[in-house]
Each structure stands twice: as C-alpha cells, then as structure tokens.
C-alpha cells in the first residue's frame, strides 16, 4: 500500500527536522571529543522523526462506492455498537457505532456516506479518554450529518486525553464523497456514528475496522 505525508503533519516534520538538526550541530560542537553523545542524540531524532512520520501516514486508500453502505470514517477498534438517543440533531433513536483510534492507527477521517452536509458544529470541551462514555457528550468534538440518498447519517470526531487538535475540512451546504476525507485528529480519539435504526450492522465490538474500506452497517 502506498503512504503519504498528511499535510496536518508538515509543520511538525518540520520543526522536527529544524530542532533535531540544532540538537545534532550541539552536541557535536560540546561533545566533540564524545563522539558516542552525538551518535546517540541522532539517533534519538531519527527515532522521533520515525514516529512522526508514522503517525501522520495518510495511505492510499480506494474507496468501492455504495450508496447502500456506511463505511468506517476511521481505522481503528469498535469499542460501542448500541441503540441510543441522537440529541443534538436527529433528536430521534439510532444505531451508535463507536470507533476507537489510538496513538498508533491512521488519524484521517473520511466521509461514510456520499450526500450533502446539512449540520456542521464545533464543540469545545474536556479531555477525557477517549473510550471513556462521557467523552462522547463532554470532549471537544464536532458533530456532522450528512443527508444521503437513504437516509441521515450523523458522525463525531471527538478528541481524548491526548488528542489536542481536531481538523476538518467540510462546511454546511459542501458535497461529502463517500470515502474522501473530511478531517484529522492528532494523537488518539474516537468516532462515533449514528444511523437508522433499520440499518443493518457489519461489526460488532472488539473488531479492527479500516477507514474508507470496511463497512459498518447497511441501509435497509
């Protein structure tokens, strides 16, 4: 599969790049008669380096188009799939599908059905654990619906205790493809999808799930 640099991860490449180049030059220039010091500080910044660049991977991803389907917005694990109330928007009983997104998964969110954005909100709030229940209602967050040709489907990027930032890139009135992405959120956080009651569901919790590929649920 190919990967590429996600663009939310440029700024922090390259201030790692900038600092791990001044730490290298120090301890060279204070060390020089410890050359060990200085092969172990380039190591610690190819480390660093590493990790970053594998936290902000962004695969290559081609999505089968199914206008019968919810795909995952996100790679990671299904923590919660139950039926609950949807208060903010629908105002109406769903189907919640809960996904978990650690450190180390892919932090891209996509779009899990094609239709058009009619609710877009951002949210500021806690920091709670991702896989903690009232992260769902407490945390920073953003609630997204989008009308598509079989119904509502109305999803959260919610931030956890380490994830600090969440992005998106989709307006009310925008035209959401199935699969394309509509955001990021650094470091680990959690998804939660809301749909029909009449869907019927593909996962069940504990399962690995992959964003823009595996489907959650269809719509009956």
Same mark, same amino acid.
């Given at each position: 599969? &190919?990967?590429?640099?996600?663009?939310? =991860?440029? +700024?922090?490449?390259?201030?790692?790049? $900038?600092? =791990?180049?001044?730490?290298?030059?120090?301890?060279?220039?204070?060390?020089?008669?410890?050359?060990?010091?200085?092969? &172990? &500080?380039?190591?610690?910044?190819?480390?660093?380096? =590493?990790? $970053?660049?594998?936290?902000?991977?962004? +695969?290559?991803?081609?999505?089968?188009?199914?206008?019968?389907?919810?795909?995952? +917005?996100?790679? =990671?694990k299904v923590v919660v799939v139950e039926k609950t109330e949807e208060p903010e928007f629908l105002k109406t009983g769903c189907i919640k599908i809960s996904v978990f997104m650690s450190p180390f998964d892919v932090h891209v969110n996509r779009y899990p059905v094609s239709g058009s954005i009619t609710y877009f909100q951002y949210h500021p709030g806690k920091f709670l654990a991702a896989w903690e229940p009232k992260s769902s209602s407490d945390n920073e967050r953003t609630t997204i619906c989008i009308k598509a040709a079989k119904g509502d489907v109305l999803f959260r990027q919610i931030a956890g205790a380490l994830a600090r930032r969440i992005v998106w890139y989709c307006n009310v009135g925008d035209l959401a493809i199935q699969g394309n992405e509509m955001g990021f959120i650094k470091f680990g956080s959690r998804v939660d999808v809301f749909l029909p009651l009449s869907c019927r569901v593909c996962v069940k919790p504990g399962d690995r799930i992959t964003g823009g590929i595996t489907t959650l649920a269809f719509f009956e």
């Open positions: 599969m &190919a990967y590429r640099l996600h663009r939310e =991860g440029v +700024p922090t490449l390259s201030w790692t790049l $900038v600092f =791990g180049l001044i730490i290298a030059l120090m301890s060279s220039f204070f060390y020089s008669k410890f050359p060990y010091v200085t092969y &172990a &500080a380039i190591f610690l910044v190819l480390i660093v380096l =590493g990790l $970053v660049l594998q936290f902000f991977r962004n +695969p290559v991803r081609k999505t089968v188009l199914n206008e019968n389907a919810i795909i995952s +917005p996100a790679d =990671g």
